[in-house]
C-alpha cells in the first residue's frame, strides 16, 4: 500500500482482498445500427458484456428495466445501446437523460459527444445553462440530459413550449436511482409521475431505464419510484479488478489535562433535564477537523479522520499514487485539501498545487476545471463531497480514501469503485470518524463486508410530499378522476384536504390551481432556495449553501471555507437569502449550538414489554421545535472554549415521524440506576443510538435527531426519542421500530465495548449536540440498554395501533 508502514501499524484494524473477477462477453444485439457499433468500437467497446446486453434488449422491446450492477460495470452502455439506436433509426425520437447531480450529466455529454454519432444532439439543461442555451435545447436538442431539480422547475411547468420534445420521447433514463432516498426520493417519484402524465398529454408512452450501483430490491425500488412494472438485472458479468480494501482506526492522541466546563446550561442533574441531538446537513460544521475537544475528565481521545485521511492524501500523491478523497462535509473536503496542500509543500515546495477540493456549491466553471485536471492527471489528488461519487468515469485513479463511513453499504461501494476502474486493481482505506458506528464497523467487518447492500428507503404516500406535488401537477394541467390513480390510493383525500384549504379549487372537470404563481416545491428538503455566500467588500459570489444549512454554517459570526480560504460570515440575512462574509484567518473555528423540543401529536404503533409494563416502544407522529441559539469560539490548536456568543435566528417547526422508548422509574431503580443518573444515562443511550441507526437504515445520522429527557410531558416517563429529520419523515423511523431489537443491541455493544471509562465520540459523544455533550453517563446507559433489550426479546410484545397521543 501507499502509505507508510509505521502509521499502517498502529491503524489498521482489517485488511479484505476482494479477488479479481473475469467478464463474459456477449454478442451484439442484431438490432444495434453498424454505425453505432463502429462508433462505440473506435472507442475501443468491441462487444458489450452479457448484462448489458440483455438488459439493454429488454428496454429496446418497451419493458420499463433496471439494471442494478456494480461500479465501473458499463451500466451507461446498457441504456445507451437501445436509447441511440432509436435516434438513428427514427428522426424524430428524443431521450430524456436524469441524473442526480450536475457533474455526472456533464460527463455524460462528453461520453455521448466523444461518440460523434449524427443527429443526436445532447445537451444538458440545468442550472447552469445559459437562457441562450436553453432556447437552443428547447428547438433541437434530440437527447437532454438533466437533473429532477430542472425537471421539476423548468420542464414540466413550461411544457408548452417542450412540446417538441415532449411528442418524440421514446425513453427516459433515470441514472443512480439508487440516489432517491428518504424525502428527495419521495418528491422524484412524484415528478417521474408529472412527466408520465405529462408524456401522456402529447400522446407518447416512453419506456423509463434505470441505472443502480448494486443494492437491495432493486425491482421493487424502481417499480416504486417510477410507478411502473419493471424488469431487474442484477447479475454484473463485468471484469473487475482486484481491491485491497483497509479499515483504517486513527490513533489515540497522547493524554492532557482535562478542559474546564464551559457550560452554562442549568438542571443537568435535575430528572427534569432534556438533551438534545438536531438532524443538521452533512455540510454543517462539525469538530472534525479541528483539534479534539476533551471531554472534562480527560478521557483519551483519537485523532481526527479528516487529520488522518489529509496525511494519507498526502502520502498518496508523495509517492504518485492518483487518489481520491471523500469526505461528509463540504468544510471537512476544504479543510482536508489546505492540510495535504500544506504537508506536500512542506516537504516538495510545488507538489501542494497537485490536490485540491470538488464540492457542490462552487461556480460551474470551477466544477469543469477541477474535472478535467483530474482526469487528464494535473491533479493527483482530490479531496471530495459525494458530488463525484455518482457515475462520473474517473478512469485512471488508483486509490480511494473514504474520511468516515457514508451512511449506507450502497455509498460505500459506490464510492470505493471509483478507483481501479476499466479492470485495474485498486486500494480503498475507510478511515473511521470518532463515532459509534464508524467504530462498530472497523472492528466488526463482517458487518460490511458480510452484509448484502441495503434496500433504498423511501415513501411516495408522505402527506408533505404528496400535497405539495399535487398542486405542482394541477398548476402544470388540471388534474382529472383519471390522474388519480396515478398517485396513489391516498391522492383523492389528500385533494380534499387541499381543496378544504382553499389551495385547489374542485369544478366537475377536475381540480384547479388557484394562484397565478407555480407552486413553491422543494425536492430535496432544503426549505427554500439556497443562501449565496458574498464577498462584502467585492460583491463577488463566492458559493451558496442550502436554505437547511444555512443556520448552522453561515449564521453571524461564522468561519466559512471556501477552496482553502477562510472566511467569517458579517451577516446573514434570511430575508435575501444572503451571506454576507470578509476574508480572515482566525485562530479559531465556531460551533453552533441549539435548543430542541418534541411534542407527540398521534401514535401509530406502540410495543409494551417486560414486568408490569416496563418497557415500552412507540412509532407516531411528533412535532420538533428547534432553534439555533449560540455558537462557540473553540482554539483551533487546544481545543479550547473562548467564549459562547449569543445569536437571535427564528425557530424552525418540524413535523416528521419518530421512534421513542420509554422506561418506567422503578425499573430503572431496579435496575440500579439512581434518578439523579437518568439524565446523563438516557442521554448517551441517544446519542449511541442515533450513531448506530444507519447500520439497519439507509440514513446517517445527519439525516435523524434525538431528544432524551428524564421525563416528558406526552409520555409521562422517561423518554428517548430519535426522528427523522425531513418533514413528514423519510421511513427511517419506521425501519428502526420494525428492527428495535437488532438496532438497540448494536448500539449496546459498541458502548459496552469502548474502552473509555466516562464516553467518549467513539461511543457516547455526538458532534452535533446541542447541550455539549453533557451529561453523559456511559455506564449507566449500557445498563439502560441492557434493560430495554431484555423486556423486546424475553416475552411477546403487546402491541396497539393508530392511538390518539
Not at 430490491?217 to 482486484?242: C, K
Amino acid at each position: 500500500m501507499f502509505f507508510a508502514q509505521h502509521r499502517a501499524a498502529d491503524s489498521l484494524t482489517h485488511v479484505e482482498h476482494l479477488p479479481p473477477r473475469p467478464g463474459t462477453p456477449a454478442p451484439w444485439p442484431d438490432w444495434v445500427p453498424p454505425v453505432l457499433r463502429s462508433s462505440l468500437g473506435s472507442r475501443g467497446i468491441t462487444a458489450p458484456w452479457r448484462h448489458q446486453s440483455e438488459a439493454a434488449t429488454s428496454a429496446w422491446q418497451g419493458a420499463h428495466t433496471v439494471v442494478a450492477t456494480g461500479t465501473g460495470s458499463g451500466k451507461s452502455l446498457a441504456y445507451q445501446l437501445p436509447a441511440l439506436s432509436t435516434l438513428l433509426t427514427d428522426d424524430r425520437a428524443t431521450i430524456l437523460y436524469v441524473a442526480p447531480t450536475k457533474a455526472l450529466a456533464a460527463d455524460q455529454l462528453r461520453s455521448l459527444v466523444a461518440l460523434d454519432l449524427p443527429g443526436v444532439r445532447p445537451a444538458t439543461y440545468d442550472g447552469d445553462t445559459s437562457r441562450e442555451e436553453r432556447d437552443w435545447v428547447r428547438q433541437h436538442a434530440r437527447v437532454v440530459l438533466t437533473n429532477p431539480d430542472m425537471l421539476h422547475h423548468g420542464i414540466l411547468p413550461g411544457h408548452a413550449s417542450w412540446s417538441r420534445f415532449l411528442r418524440g420521447l421514446r425513453y427516459v433514463i433515470v441514472d443512480e436511482s439508487h440516489a432517491y432516498r428518504g424525502v428527495f426520493g419521495s418528491h422524484v417519484a412524484h415528478v417521474l409521475r408529472r412527466l408520465r402524465r405529462m408524456a401522456a398529454r402529447y400522446r407518447t408512452t416512453p419506456t423509463f431505464i434505470l441505472a443502480s450501483a448494486t443494492s437491495g430490491d432493486p425491482l421493487r425500488t424502481g417499480t416504486r419510484l417510477t410507478g411502473l412494472p419493471v424488469t431487474a438485472f442484477t447479475e454484473d458479468t463485468s471484469p473487475r479488478g482486484g481491491i485491497t480494501f483497509a479499515l483504517w482506526e486513527p490513533p489515540l492522541l497522547p493524554a492532557s489535562p482535562a478542559l474546564p466546563s464551559t457550560s452554562s446550561s442549568p438542571g443537568f442533574s435535575s430528572p427534569a433535564f432534556a438533551s438534545r441531538d438536531a438532524p443538521t446537513s452533512p455540510s454543517s460544521p462539525s469538530r472534525d477537523g479541528d483539534a479534539p475537544t476533551r471531554p472534562r475528565d480527560a478521557e483519551p481521545v483519537r485523532r481526527s479522520a479528516l487529520r488522518e485521511t489529509a496525511d494519507l492524501l498526502a502520502d498518496a500523491v508523495a509517492a504518485g499514487v492518483r487518489t481520491l478523497a471523500f469526505i461528509r462535509s463540504r468544510k471537512g473536503a476544504e479543510l482536508v485539501a489546505t492540510m495535504a496542500r500544506r504537508s506536500l509543500d512542506t516537504a516538495v515546495p510545488g507538489l501542494g498545487s497537485r490536490v485540491a477540493a470538488y464540492r457542490s456549491g462552487y461556480l460551474r466553471e470551477d466544477r469543469r476545471a477541477l474535472e478535467r485536471d483530474l482526469l487528464d492527471g494535473t491533479l493527483l489528488g482530490l479531496a471530495s463531497t459525494n458530488a463525484l461519487e455518482l457515475g462520473v468515469d474517473l478512469v485512471g485513479l488508483d486509490a480511494v480514501l473514504i474520511s468516515g463511513y457514508p451512511g449506507t453499504l450502497a455509498s460505500l461501494w459506490q464510492q470505493a469503485g471509483r478507483a481501479g476502474r476499466a479492470g485495474r486493481d485498486a486500494t480503498c482505506v475507510l478511515i473511521a470518524r470518532d463515532d459509534p458506528l464508524d467504530t462498530y464497523l472497523v472492528h466488526h467487518p463482517e458487518a460490511l463486508f458480510g452484509r448484502p447492500v441495503e434496500a433504498t428507503v423511501f415513501d411516495p404516500g408522505n402527506p408533505h410530499v404528496l400535497a405539495p406535488q399535487l398542486c405542482c401537477a394541477a398548476a402544470e394541467l388540471p388534474l382529472t378522476p383519471a390522474d388519480l390513480p396515478l398517485f396513489g390510493p391516498t391522492a383523492e383525500p389528500t385533494l380534499d384536504a387541499l381543496v378544504a384549504a382553499g389551495i385547489l379549487r374542485k369544478r366537475p372537470s377536475g381540480w384547479y390551481w388557484t394562484e397565478r404563481h407555480r407552486p413553491d416545491v422543494d425536492l430535496r428538503g432544503a426549505g427554500g432556495g439556497p443562501v449565496a455566500v458574498v464577498e462584502s467588500a467585492t460583491g463577488r459570489l463566492l458559493g451558496t449553501v442550502d436554505t437547511g444549512s444555512a443556520h448552522h454554517q453561515v449564521h453571524d459570526g461564522a468561519v466559512y471555507l471556501h477552496q482553502g480560504i477562510t472566511y467569517v460570515v458579517d451577516k446573514l440575512d434570511l430575508a435575501d437569502s444572503v451571506a454576507l462574509v470578509h476574508a480572515e484567518d482566525p485562530d479559531w473555528s465556531t460551533h453552533p449550538r441549539d435548543v430542541t423540543d418534541v411534542t407527540v401529536l398521534s401514535v401509530r404503533e406502540t410495543r409494551t414489554a417486560g414486568s408490569a409494563g416496563a418497557v415500552t416502544l412507540s412509532l407516531g407522529e411528533v412535532e420538533v421545535t428547534s432553534q439555533v441559539v449560540s455558537y462557540q469560539r473553540r482554539r483551533l490548536v487546544s481545543g479550547e472554549v473562548i467564549d459562547v456568543c449569543e445569536l437571535d435566528l427564528p425557530q424552525r417547526v418540524l413535523r416528521t415521524v419518530a421512534v421513542w422508548w420509554t422506561v418506567t422509574p422503578e425499573a430503572l431503580d431496579a435496575a440500579g440506576v439512581p434518578d439523579v443518573d437518568w439524565p446523563g444515562a438516557l442521554h448517551a443511550a441517544e446519542h449511541a443510538s442515533i450513531g448506530l441507526l444507519p447500520l439497519v437504515a439507509t440514513c446517517d445520522r445527519w439525516d435523524i435527531g434525538g431528544l432524551s429527557t428524564a421525563f416528558h410531558a406526552d409520555t409521562g416517563l422517561p423518554t428517548v426519542f430519535v426522528y427523522d429529520g425531513h418533514p413528514g419523515g423519510a421511513g427511517f423511523a419506521e425501519r428502526a421500530f420494525e428492527v428495535a431489537t437488532d438496532w438497540l443491541s448494536a448500539t449496546r455493544t459498541v458502548v459496552a465495548e469502548c474502552r473509555c471509562d466516562q464516553g467518549c465520540p467513539s461511543c457516547v459523544q455526538s458532534p452535533k449536540c446541542g447541550n455539549g455533550n453533557n451529561p453523559l453517563g456511559k455506564a449507566d446507559a449500557v445498563t439502560v440498554l441492557s434493560l430495554v433489550l431484555s423486556a423486546l426479546s424475553r416475552e411477546p410484545a403487546r402491541r396497539t395501533t393508530d392511538l390518539a397521543a
